[in-house]
């Protein structure tokens, strides 16, 4: 049979070397080869992710130099075209005395106020004291009303009356 080194052993003299060893030292070898296994593998998957972003970045900024040298060569004869037939160069944008704006009937529509009837709730009402978030205005408005809300956020009853007895307190 083919004698096999590692680290300057033989694999027959570290087989022997473990079998060797008591069964919680064996244990505690397997875990660390398992261990050591699972690192290299996360290193090695890293490292190919950060080559993988490497390449990929090195390859977007290659396209946006060449689509920049590009864009700089249409230009460049684009303007000597112009130049050299002696030809306007077209705009993109007519004379502002050109454009008419579209003819579009519009019909006015009737905004009617919305007129709320509320009563001026004291601000120790607008925060729950449970959870502490601002109550809402259709919060504010039902206690103005019934005298009762339920916090949309946690639930808790809420009430004016509960209010003034922690005032008269």
Known sequence: ??????????WQAI???FLAQPIYAQVFVLIGVFAVLVL??????YI????????YYVLKGVYY?????????????????YLISGKPKPQLNPAPEQQVPPQVKQEEELIVPILKSEQIVR?????????????TDSMIQTISERGVAYCI?????????????????
């Open 15 to 17: 087989v022997e070397w």
């Open 123 to 135: 601000p120790e009402v607008v925060y729950c004291s449970e959870c502490g978030n601002r109550f």
């Open 40 to 45: 290299a593998v996360i290193l090695v998957y």
């Open 65 to 81: 130099l060449l689509k920049g040298i590009g864009l700089l060569f249409y230009k460049t004869f684009e303007g000597l075209y």
């Open 153 to 169: 956020h946690c639930g808790n009853k809420k009430t004016q009356d509960h209010q003034m007895s922690i005032e008269s307190q």
């Open 1 to 10: 049979m083919m004698e096999v080194y590692i680290f300057g052993l033989t």
């Open 48 to 55: 190919l992710k950060g080559v993988a972003y490497l390449v």
